[in-house]
């Protein structure tokens, strides 16, 4: 009750929680109970906690009604013509940046005209734009700018695969409905837009502007560097750079921060002291600025944030009343969450305000702690210099503690040498920030001068990149880890919660119950979670069953299995045929970041099933990234220079290479046992496809249960099995060469009269799956998977029975 702003603003968060993962009957019966209870105890004359409940009830309903809203604008009407080829108009909401050979910018939607047809739409849409030739390029496309384009129209894609990149909520935090991909040549500019904002078409103007008297005399790197420092603008850092301050933990110099905003606040309110104003003229002034600011650098969650608390704490001084820095946050928190409720699940709000809040928290005791450490080398330092060391310690331990676990969750990597470099650096970044300010607003008026000034940042840009450099070249200044589990994250944030004081709460708390409650409900409280932890295992631990993933690779495969005894083996690794690109992204993207957060580290066995590009090649990731101890393939070598590079790579990681062949097979544990039966010794010759006929087929049974891996096997191979009498009964099928046509596909459904099927398949010019194969199923009465469809297949077995999950609605 002490803060009741702070207790508002977490129930407004809750809510917004409860919109995103919860059913919505819960929150409309909480509301209704709310505002009826609220109306009562308020107009009853009730005391005020009775009154201060039904009110937290009612900011929780907030939450969630401000999250729904907000999703259902993001989203706008645009999505009903996703997957269409179509010819797209709008106005250019931004400045258009270069990604690499594209042309990128956001498009707020107006029509779409499809099959002759003009349809008004709504939602903002993320365009990339190519080119054949330079004659193409768009040179004057700028922001209000209305423009026609043709091309094709995509739903982002939700998480696809545990621990995979939601990157639909992703853009839905941005406010991006959208993606769209289209030619250059077919963009037409079609005049100004009526619906532009003149105000942020003038901050454009000014921020490029200033940009550009900032880089002026300075080389492109440095020049780009203070442009991010200033503006929070990051698209045009080499990647270099971005390792550079990512590997000595230093990145967060490149977003607008407390530090931008408390550094223009002090300077701007001491010109206008210097300038005769007082009071609310000079809280007024320094306000407008500060905001123009923030406006500027496009209210970035860290900027707004800033912005509000330094205002707040200013006018508490201006007012004479005490100033409290938790309700600040608390105030910054809730009034960027009502403007954008979707910005508490970016990655930017969450670090901003956990390194703000373990600084107002753990500061304290961590200088407390400092000092009494460095008083004891009074005769090195002066009390004065104690206090300023301490200082910046503590501030910097803070942050760094706030930050940890959220750096490793979103990014998989944490920086040990950050707070050396934070020393190292915050000092003289106080020095690039105002030297840039003063040399940007120069340049407004006189270019030549403005730029003549900055030319003095250029020692103090080349220290913060040697010193970048320095730290991330110590071998033990970045790590790469698993992310933490939501129970990790939130046990790690309690404890720093206690540490930071909430002992006290709590000590309070159980004196209060100890008068009130007796022991026995004390006992109880402690045993059922413990009856609990005992009953399902705590989470994270191992299990019993076998699971079996079947990998959202698009069109490929990749098919992780974690027996029960705890060996992890990986059939096939997905990939990219090697004329789209880099054949191991489906590695990097996908199958890595799966086992990372599966925590996966070390791989029994790698099986390649055989060697086409969509089933081995995103093993060059794996290997490079998991150890693998053994990698079993068919005894073919084809002719292609990337698949003799992966087994090179084997060779020179000293992973052991076996060729399987039929009547192969191996055992892990007493009840799971996998069998080769397919290709022959003699591999198959002379037909279709002989590397899709001579795809590893394996038998797996445990216990009672069998599943049947066929790889890309065709007509022929598919005879020779039936031929052989090799099959039996088995319950799941992963179904032959992602489900393309088989003439005797029929005849070998009915040997082995799957349950189940899973096909592993994507957007492909191959007509996979082939309705005949879907009819054959289906008349059959097998429950079909695809991922292509559902996205990752998540099966799970105890030997006796088997359930199935998969990651998006079924």
């Not at 042309?103 to 047809?117: A, C, H, I, N, P």
């Not at 407390?258 to 306000?287: D, K």
């Not at 704490?313 to 009034?335: I, S």
Request: proline share 5%.
């Amino acid at each position: 009750m002490n803060r009741p702003l702070v207790s508002f603003t977490l129930a407004y968060v809750a809510g917004i929680i409860l919109g995103r993962y919860f059913s919505p009957y819960l929150v409309v019966f909480l509301a209704v109970a709310a505002v009826l209870s609220a109306c009562w105890n308020i107009f009853s004359g009730q005391d005020r906690m009775r009154v201060f409940i039904p009110l937290l009830l009612v900011f929780l309903v907030a939450g969630w009604l401000a999250y729904n809203y907000s999703l259902h604008q993001a989203r706008g009407s645009i999505r009903d013509y996703s997957g269409e080829s179509c010819t797209l108009l709008g106005m250019v909401e931004d400045e258009p940046l270069w990604s690499g050979d594209d042309l990128v910018f956001m498009l707020r939607s107006q029509k779409v005209l499809l099959k002759g047809e003009e349809h008004s739409v709504s939602g903002r849409v993320r365009v990339t734009l190519t080119w054949k030739e330079k004659a193409e390029m768009p040179v004057d496309l700028s922001y209000g700018q209305k423009v026609s384009l043709q091309g094709k129209l995509y739903e982002p894609k939700g998480r696809r695969n545990p621990g995979g990149f939601d990157y639909r909520a992703f853009l839905e935090t941005r406010g991006i409905a959208a993606v769209f991909y289209g030619p250059a040549s077919k963009l037409t500019f079609l005049g100004i837009s009526g619906e532009l904002s003149r105000l942020q078409l003038a901050a454009f103007k000014v921020r490029n502007r200033m940009a550009g008297v900032l880089k002026a005399f300075l080389p492109e790197r440095e020049g780009n560097m203070l442009v991010g420092m200033l503006f929070g603008e990051r698209s045009a850092l080499d990647q270099e750079t971005e390792q550079l301050f990512t590997r000595s933990g230093i990145s967060h110099l490149l977003a607008v921060s407390g530090l931008h905003v408390g550094l223009l606040a002090g300077a701007i309110f001491m010109m206008a002291r210097r300038t005769g104003l007082r009071g609310w003229y000079a809280y007024l002034f320094v306000s407008l600025f500060l905001f123009a600011y923030v406006y500027l650098c496009g209210l970035k969650p860290a900027a707004m944030r800033a912005l509000i608390m330094v205002l707040l704490v200013m006018g508490a001084q201006y007012w004479d009343r005490p100033g409290d820095f938790p309700t600040a946050l608390a105030a910054a928190a809730l009034f960027t969450l009502v403007y954008h409720p979707l910005l508490l699940f970016s990655v930017s709000f969450q670090l901003s305000y956990a390194a703000t809040a373990a600084i107002l928290f753990l500061t304290p005791l961590l200088q407390e702690k400092i000092a009494a450490f460095l008083a004891r080398f009074a005769l090195f330092f002066t009390p004065s210099q104690q206090k300023i060391i301490s200082s910046l310690l503590a501030v910097t331990m803070a942050a760094q503690l706030g930050v940890i676990p959220l750096t490793a969750y979103y990014f998989r990597q944490v920086s040990l040498a950050a707070l050396l470099a934070n020393i190292l650096i915050l000092p003289v970044m106080a020095l690039v920030l105002g030297l840039g300010l003063v040399s940007a607003l120069l340049g407004l008026v006189w270019p030549l001068a403005g730029s003549l000034l900055n030319l003095a940042n250029y020692p103090l840009l080349s220290y913060i990149l040697f010193t970048a450099r320095m730290f991330s070249a110590l071998p033990f200044s970045y790590r790469e880890v698993y992310p933490p589990r939501f129970t990790e994250l939130l046990l790690y944030y309690l404890f720093l919660a206690v540490l930071a004081g909430g002992w006290r709460v709590l000590l309070s708390a159980y004196y209060r119950l100890h008068l009130r409650v007796k022991p026995f409900y004390f006992l109880v409280a402690f045993l059922l979670p413990a009856l609990l932890v005992t009953w399902w295992g705590l989470p994270g631990t191992g299990s019993s069953a076998l699971e079996i993933v079947f990998l959202d690779v698009g069109q490929g495969d990749a098919i992780f299995i974690r027996t029960p005894q705890g060996q992890n083996i990986l059939l096939d690794g997905g990939g990219k045929p090697a004329y789209m690109g880099n054949i191991d992204e489906t590695g990097r993207l996908v199958v890595v970041p799966f086992l990372e957060y599966r925590r996966v580290k070390k791989l029994d066995m790698v099986i390649i099933s055989h060697p086409h590009e969509d089933h081995y090649g995103g093993l060059f990731a794996v290997l490079e990234k998991i150890p693998v101890k053994q990698l079993l393939t068919t005894a073919e070598f084809p002719e292609t220079q990337s698949y003799a590079e992966l087994l090179e790579l084997a060779r020179r990681k000293d992973i052991s290479r076996e060729i399987l062949r039929e009547g192969d097979m191996f055992k892990a544990g007493p009840s799971l046992e996998m069998r080769v039966l397919s290709p022959p010794s003699e591999l198959f010759s002379g037909t279709n496809s002989d590397s899709n006929n001579n795809s590893l087929v394996l038998h797996l049974r445990f216990k009672e249960v069998s599943f049947l891996f066929t790889g890309d096997i065709e007509t022929r191979a598919v005879e020779c099995l039936l031929e052989g009498n090799k099959l039996g009964p088995v319950q799941i099928l992963k179904v032959p060469h992602h489900g393309g046509y088989l003439s005797n596909l029929p005849q070998f459904l009915d040997s082995i009269a799957p349950r189940a099927a899973v096909i592993t398949v994507g957007a492909n010019p191959f007509g996979h799956p082939h309705p005949a194969t879907l009819a054959a199923l289906g008349d059959r009465g097998v429950e079909i998977y695809r991922t292509d469809l559902h996205g990752a297949v998540i099966l799970q077995s105890d030997g006796y029975s088997w359930k199935v999950k998969t990651m998006l609605p079924f």
